[in-house]
């Protein structure tokens, strides 16, 4: 069973303390998208507030994987602090259909930290891969300053320099200024000042 599947019957008046670790593979749905997750710690507490559930907490862990310069194998700790609401499907038809309309459509769109749930239990795993996916960083680098590899070599240059015979005679990038050699008609007629 899994450890993000509360019972609504066990959050009483003084709510429950929730905190789970789940390992990382366990969370991921069923879209394919890998974030290369350890464990992952869900801390918080979950009250009961008419027949909404409100879940206050943070999510904790780590994304693992190589660093996107020099291919070094690292991890980026992160420490998300959480609020979501979850609201009863149908107390949301009620609500709905008071408001003039047999057929109601429930939909969560309008508030992005709302959750419709049905049943006697809240399902705390949905909410967590949507925020992990939602924070995961775009670049993953082993520290700030990474040097990267070189093009021509494939050294990696936080080790030092590569010794490169073609990095070090000059045939390095020389960013735009190779597009001169490609337009020669285009060269400006007076030397540049």
Excluded at 63 to 82: I, Q, S
Excluded at 163 to 173: A, E, I
């Amino acid at each position: 069973m899994n450890a993000l599947v509360i019972s609504l019957i066990s959050v009483g008046r003084k709510g429950l303390a929730v905190d789970v670790a789940v390992p990382g593979p366990d969370l991921a749905l069923e879209d394919g998208l890998e974030l290369g997750l350890g464990e992952v710690r869900v801390r918080g507490s979950l009250d009961a507030i008419d027949t909404e559930y409100l879940f206050r907490g943070h999510i904790t862990g780590a994304y693992a994987g190589p660093c996107d310069r020099c291919l070094t194998e690292c991890a980026a700790p992160f420490d998300y602090e959480v609020a979501w609401l979850f609201e009863e499907a149908e107390a949301r038809r009620e609500v709905a259909g008071a408001a003039g309309g047999d057929d109601v459509e429930i939909d969560a769109a309008d508030d992005d930290r709302m959750f419709v749930f049905e049943g006697n239990e809240l399902n705390l795993a949905v909410p967590v891969w949507e925020e992990l996916v939602l924070q995961a960083p775009s670049k993953h680098l082993c520290r700030d300053d990474c040097r990267g590899l070189c093009a021509h070599c494939g050294a990696d240059l936080n080790q030092g320099p590569c010794g490169c015979k073609r990095r070090n005679n000059g045939d390095g990038n020389k960013g735009l200024s190779s597009l001169a050699d490609l337009f020669p008609d285009l060269r400006p007629s007076s030397p540049e000042e």
